[in-house]
């Protein structure tokens, strides 16, 4: 049981690249989310997801899309990349109606 | 602004000594709260959490208090050793949609 797998676990991007983050989860958790941290700030949220075929946004969610075509993965994707992206990411899942989040170990992105 | 937020940015304390890192939340329709650990390059980890019609809860070593008047939440860790080194994170939860919604984080230090 390997819970929430992220890939890959470092990447730089120029700006204007596009990307996808994985996320790939085991537990079969009809909840995901994409959280993304900076120094000095709690985690926020960009996208979730409350099971296959249904998306919304957070609090964070501009110049990010998400899908989610299976109850396993949820791939983030940035289009554009800007500096502004620089950051961690996190991606987490759960049970439906419950809050208590397992998180993955994080892809640490760089723009320049 | 943020919802939830921490007094102390970093706790230093000496190992054998008893830690309180504490979190102010300003939403009253916040109906659960949860502690994460977060270690260096890793993602979070639940450590315990809370409901509302709680005011305290007890794991190993962990002990959650919830003052509902004063909008306050606050973490204890007994007999705290040097592993406990690491960023600790209150959230909140008002939606029920497990998305939840956190505090910039509290860095204790743990010294033997």
């Known amino acids: 049981n390997a819970g929430v797998t992220q890939t890959p676990k470092f990447q730089v991007l120029k700006t204007g690249q596009s990307m996808t983050l994985q996320c790939a989860q085991d537990m079969n958790h009809e909840y995901m989310s994409w959280y993304r941290q900076d120094p000095g700030m709690g985690l926020r949220l960009i996208h979730y997801?409350?099971?296959?075929?249904?998306?919304d946004q957070g609090e964070v969610p501009n110049g990010y899309n998400v899908s989610r075509s299976t109850t396993e993965d949820f791939p983030l994707r940035l289009l554009s990349a800007a500096p502004s992206q620089t950051s961690v990411y996190f991606c987490?899942?759960?049970?439906?109606?419950?809050?208590?989040?397992?998180f993955g170990s994080g892809t640490q992105l760089s723009v320049l | 602004g943020e919802s939830v937020g921490l007094h102390l940015p970093t706790l230093s304390v000496q190992e054998g000594d008893n830690s309180i890192i504490n979190c102010a939340y300003s939403n009253s329709a916040s109906d659960y709260f949860i502690w994460y650990k977060q270690e260096s390059g890793k993602g979070p980890q639940f450590i315990i959490d809370?409901?509302?019609?709680?005011d305290k809860r007890q794991g190993q070593r962990v002990t959650v208090l919830l003052n509902k008047t004063v909008k306050h939440l606050s973490l204890q860790i007994a007999a705290t050793q040097p592993g406990d080194s690491a960023v600790y994170f209150c959230a909140e939860n008002i939606s029920g949609y497990s998305t939840l919604t956190f505090g910039k984080g509290t860095m204790l230090l743990v010294s033997p």
């Open positions: 997801s409350v099971g296959a075929g249904i998306t």
């Open positions: 987490a899942s759960s049970y439906q109606g419950d809050e208590k989040l397992f």
């Open positions: 809370i409901r509302s019609n709680m």
